[in-house]
């Protein structure tokens, strides 16, 4: 549904995407995911027609970005970064405003935006701008999604907002995802990355690796000792010092512990840590999450 | 233990609308306090005030041993804050920010210079001195307006949304300096919406819709939530 081929970007002398490739098929929920700064919107403004790339290829459904981006505006719904209705319009008024746009009415395609906007209905007469956060976030996606379009491109929807409404507004993402919609989302987020078909980890306008979540993690080749101790900051200090240690970042609750060329053991660094008198201690060896990988390729 | 802040019964009312509700709470010294809740859930409104930047309905509140009502000016002087949204002058260069911060803090030429060298030594940041803030990748600008946000030394740091967008790895090196300033006994007060970050914190507070409904350690509330990180517990509450 997605061809991105070589693509490439800069700004003056800042290289924003550099040769990036990428497949996103039909009906796929598709993620991004890398902090600021590393090409995410770049990339969605190229492929939402909005921005010419330097070099390189990108179809949306065998559109062209460059030469068909007529076509395309008709078959895809965005969502950007920042809030971009009008923020003097009413709810009903933006919403009606976008449907005429693109030659539909809000009666046709409510099926779509059903889930969605009957919980913001209630205040349909109320301006944009007065919203709460939350609020805008569902009128912003039934605009995005008022002329049923093939695909739905998504720029970091859930940053800054709190776990609960995240939770919630991917659940609206599968949902819509069964509707036949192929869906490109962003995020900084790496625990948002196991809700997606697939992810491509970005860093500093390159891709990392690019693969389902659950293989991303399971062909990862590292050993990740996972420690936890009374005192944190101790603990920290005390496994960087230990000589073995590659990588020593806290992950929660635990510490997560590298060791140079993996050769350390969880014997070792639990004699090690009993020595310097840390209490209740526990080390084990568990499997890497998604930001363990990210971390990892990030600093290569 | 000794306490930095004691809340007691604090109500706001914007209107008709009530955005802390009766909030009872003690912080201690030296401790990382996470205050987390849902967008709206009043967070903001109760940091403004702990920071003498707004005042209650009603409620008892000492910070930093002073009086919320009386002695705004003093508390002022004795806490730091940083956010995300709001933090360095992205048309000054580094060293131009530490000065007008310290200035505004009136601390001596001298002791600014003295701190600046080590800080910028500490930060990796000495040939960035002369270069504007606007012109920094995010990772460093944070860390920079944490440490300028307790260059004067204050007893307690609020901390709001300290951490947005940035790389894991740079996130967790933020985090290295909340631990030390917690370690050399300031007293951390964060908000976030990483809910690994909560478990980094001492105790953790919950919010929602205007009352604060949790307020233990991490594991104290797994274990009454059951629940197996933060995050459960966090929706258990507010959803």
């Given at each position: 549904m997605i061809t991105i081929k070589n693509i490439s970007k800069s700004y003056d002398k800042t290289e924003a995407i550099k040769n990036i490739s990428l497949e996103i098929n039909r009906g796929e929920l598709f993620g991004l995911i890398g902090p600021d700064g590393a090409g995410k919107t770049t990339l969605m403004r190229i492929l939402m027609t909005l921005l010419l790339p330097d070099s390189g290829k990108a179809k949306m459904d065998e559109f062209d970005v460059v030469k068909d981006f007529k076509e395309i505006r008709h078959i895809v719904g965005y969502m950007p970064g920042r809030f971009s209705l009008y923020q003097d319009l009413s709810v009903e008024e933006n919403l009606n405003f976008f449907a005429t746009v693109f030659g539909t009415t809000v009666e046709e395609n409510y099926d779509l935006i059903r889930d969605i906007y009957y919980q913001i209905e209630p205040f349909k007469k109320r301006r944009a701008g007065k919203l709460s956060g939350g609020m805008k976030q569902k009128l912003a996606l039934s605009c995005a999604l008022i002329h049923k379009p093939k695909i739905l491109v998504l720029d970091e929807p859930t940053t800054g907002v709190d776990a609960v409404s995240r939770k919630e507004f991917w659940e609206m993402l599968k949902k819509l995802q069964k509707k036949d919609i192929t869906i490109l989302v962003s995020t900084p987020y790496m625990d948002e990355a196991i809700l997606c078909d697939q992810v491509a980890l970005m860093q500093n306008g390159r891709i990392l690796d690019v693969d389902s979540p659950s293989r991303i993690t399971e062909k990862f080749p590292r050993k990740i000792i996972q420690a936890r101790s009374e005192n944190m900051f101790q603990l920290i200090n005390d496994l960087r010092n230990f000589e073995k240690a590659e990588a020593v970042y806290a992950f929660g609750q635990f510490v997560h512990f590298t060791g140079i060329e993996d050769d350390v053991e969880t014997t070792e660094l639990d004699n090690y840590l009993e020595k310097l008198n840390h209490k209740n201690i526990l080390v084990e060896e568990i499997n890497p999450g998604i930001e363990d990988v990210f971390m990892n390729l990030m600093e290569k | 233990m000794e306490k930095i802040i004691t809340v007691k019964n604090l109500v706001k009312k914007f209107g008709s609308f009530t955005a802390n509700d009766n909030l009872t709470f003690d912080v201690f010294k030296g401790e990382i306090f996470g205050f987390l809740g849902a967008n709206g859930a009043g967070k903001t409104t109760t940091i403004r005030i702990l920071c003498g930047l707004s005042s209650p309905t009603s409620g008892e509140l000492k910070v930093a041993g002073f009086d919320i009502y009386k002695e705004t000016e003093k508390i002022k002087q004795n806490i730091g804050y940083m956010s995300q949204k709001f933090s360095l002058y992205e048309d000054l260069t580094v060293s131009e920010n530490i000065q007008l911060y310290a200035g505004i803090y009136?601390?001596?030429?001298?002791?600014?210079?003295?701190?600046?060298?080590?800080?910028?030594?500490?930060?990796?940041?000495?040939?960035?001195?002369?270069?504007?803030?606007?012109?920094?990748?995010?990772?460093?600008?944070?860390?920079?307006?944490?440490?300028?946000?307790?260059?004067?030394?204050?007893?307690?740091?609020?901390?709001?949304?300290?951490?947005?967008?940035?790389?894991?790895?740079?996130?967790?090196?933020?985090?290295?300096?909340?631990?030390?300033?917690?370690?050399?006994?300031?007293?951390?007060?964060?908000?976030?919406?990483?809910?690994?970050?909560?478990?980094?914190?001492?105790?953790?507070?919950?919010?929602?819709?205007?009352?604060?409904?949790?307020?233990?350690?991490?594991?104290?509330?797994?274990?009454?939530?059951?629940?197996?990180?933060?995050?459960?517990?966090?929706?258990?509450?507010?959803?």
């Open positions: - | 009136g601390i001596s030429v001298k002791k600014r210079k003295e701190k600046e060298a080590e800080l910028l030594k500490k930060l990796d940041l000495e040939n960035a001195k002369n270069k504007l803030i606007g012109g920094l990748p995010l990772g460093w600008k944070q860390k920079l307006a944490f440490s300028i946000a307790i260059f004067h030394e204050p007893k307690i740091v609020f901390l709001d949304e300290p951490t947005g967008g940035v790389d894991p790895v740079t996130r967790r090196k933020f985090w290295d300096l909340i631990y030390e300033a917690a370690n050399n006994g300031i007293t951390v007060f964060v908000t976030t919406h990483y809910m690994d970050e909560a478990e980094y914190c001492d105790r953790v507070s919950i919010m929602d819709a205007g009352k604060i409904e949790a307020l233990d350690t991490p594991a104290k509330l797994k274990e009454i939530y059951n629940a197996k990180n933060i995050d459960e517990v966090f929706l258990k509450i507010a959803r």
